[in-house]
């Protein structure tokens, strides 16, 4: 009997209806180490809920992170949007040779307005987010996208954070 009991709690029962934790996972992307530790985590939670994979990358092009608008030249946004759409293509190739189907998209603006803006816009049910150990200087010009998605969540919010055991 005992047996019977640890086989079935291994292997639960499939229920018609039930559906995967989450179906739509977005993941900030702008190309940097905590979004490599972000896509890795994207990456399995994709697999294990068979959910759909929504890279999002945003050229900022307001907000506060522009500290002087009339200062950004279109050559700069341009090669912000390059850099974006060349990581993206790496970024997508590798998911497809790992059986994971994932589909990308850049957009201009404010990152936290943009990424809000896409979420609701694909329903999606989790943003991943890579955590970076800024400084308080840079954390206050800069701000936290992490930070400024908690105050008002548009879904489940996962802050992938590097420890060194994960960066094997």
């Not at 294990?48 to 522009?66: D, F, M, N, W, Y």
């Not at 803006?117 to 701000?143: F, M, P, Q, T």
Request: charged content about 20%; aromatic content about 4%; glycine content about 10%.
């Amino acid at each position: 009997m005992g047996a019977m009991t640890q086989f079935a709690a291994r292997n639960p029962p499939k229920r018609p209806g039930i559906t995967p934790m989450y179906q739509k996972i977005v993941v900030a992307y702008d190309g940097t180490g905590p979004c490599e530790t972000a896509l890795r985590q994207a990456g399995e939670l994709a697999r294990l809920c068979k959910a759909e994979l929504h890279l999002l990358g945003v050229v900022v092009s307001s907000g506060r992170l522009i500290l002087d608008p009339a200062a950004v030249s279109y050559e700069l946004l341009a090669a912000e949007r390059n850099g974006l759409e060349g990581g993206l293509v790496d970024t997508l190739s590798d998911f497809a040779s790992q059986g994971i189907s994932a589909t990308s998209c850049i957009r201009d603006g404010d990152a936290v307005h943009e990424i809000t803006a896409y979420i609701h816009e694909i329903e999606a049910d989790l943003v991943i987010v890579g955590h970076s150990n800024k400084g308080l200087l840079e954390r206050w010009i800069e701000g936290s996208i992490g930070r400024d998605l908690l105050n008002d969540p548009p879904c489940s919010l996962l802050i992938a954070v590097n420890h060194p055991a994960q960066s094997q």
